[in-house]
């Protein structure tokens, strides 16, 4: 580049006129092997930027874990719960209603049968033990006479 | 946000943060703990970050009040650290080594400077923000970054020449 630009640029640069495209354009030109022997003090003020530039953080960081959220822990529980109510409450009322009915004819037919057929059994089985009464009357008359 | 997706958006711009940080507290450690320290805050905050435009400014307002926060925390303790680094350098020949010298003594004038023009100074020459970038995130207008600018060169360059001439004149 011409010597009579960059020493225009130089002069604006330090008045804070320069553009950061012509900054770049000054500091190619000072850290190149180049430069006119009169402006060589200005060249450790760029080389002092790209050296700055050059420095990097070099710590490997280690981020700490997520801790694990417990936030919907209690809404997954109280659904459970309304859940757990709901079904439980559900069935009673369903007991409730439920007064052992049969709906197939035949079977509660054959039900009913079986349960007069037992009563009858528990009537015979006491109208049985009735005879004594009689032979204990019989005698009772006998004797009074 | 995943790990991953993450340090695929953090990587690229820590090294800004770091020398950001090393910018304003001077001290090489003290930069990479604050970096840490934003990129950890960054990481818990990674809800929020999903929504900004430019994760970038943010990490670097965070971490400009974060360094003030402990330039401010540090004058007002009595200890003073002074912090020096020192750095290995290989010096091939002659001209190299003084121009490795002067370098180095650039930088070091740079940590002379006020706070704000060593701020303005760096994002603008080494970070490549424009005047409106750094305006913006310093609450200034354009023109006040640009003077500010101005006078950092200039003090830069007057030290500069002081330091080459001491003995001659």
Known sequence: MELNKIEQLLELYFEGETTLEQEAQLQEYFTSDKVAPHLAEYVPIFGAFAKAKEEGFNRTIVLPETKRSWRWVPVAASIILCVGLFLTFNQRQASEHDLGTYKDPDVAALKTKQALFMMGNFMNKSTGQLDKLDTFEETANEIKK | ?169
């Open chain 2, 1 to 169: 946000m995943n790990q991953k997706e993450f340090l695929a958006q953090v990587t690229p711009i820590q090294d800004r943060l770091y020398r950001l940080a090393k910018r304003l507290l001077v001290s090489e450690d003290e930069a990479q703990d604050a970096t840490q320290e934003i990129l950890i805050k960054l990481w818990s905050n990674r809800m929020k970050i999903k929504k900004l435009r430019s994760i970038e400014a943010f990490a670097v307002t965070m971490t400009k009040n974060y360094c003030y926060d402990k330039l401010k925390a540090k004058s007002s303790s009595n200890l003073q650290l002074v912090h020096s680094n020192y750095e290995d350098q290989h010096y091939n020949t002659v001209k190299t080594s003084e121009n490795n010298d002067s370098v180095n003594w650039v930088l070091e004038l740079m940590k002379e400077l006020p706070e704000q023009q060593r701020l303005i100074l760096h994002m603008r020459d080494v970070e490549q923000y424009s005047n409106s970038e750094i305006a913006k995130e310093l609450d200034l207008n354009e023109t006040a970054v640009r003077v500010t600018l101005s006078r950092a060169r200039k003090t830069i360059r007057e030290q500069l020449l002081k330091k080459h001439n001491y003995g001659i004149k």
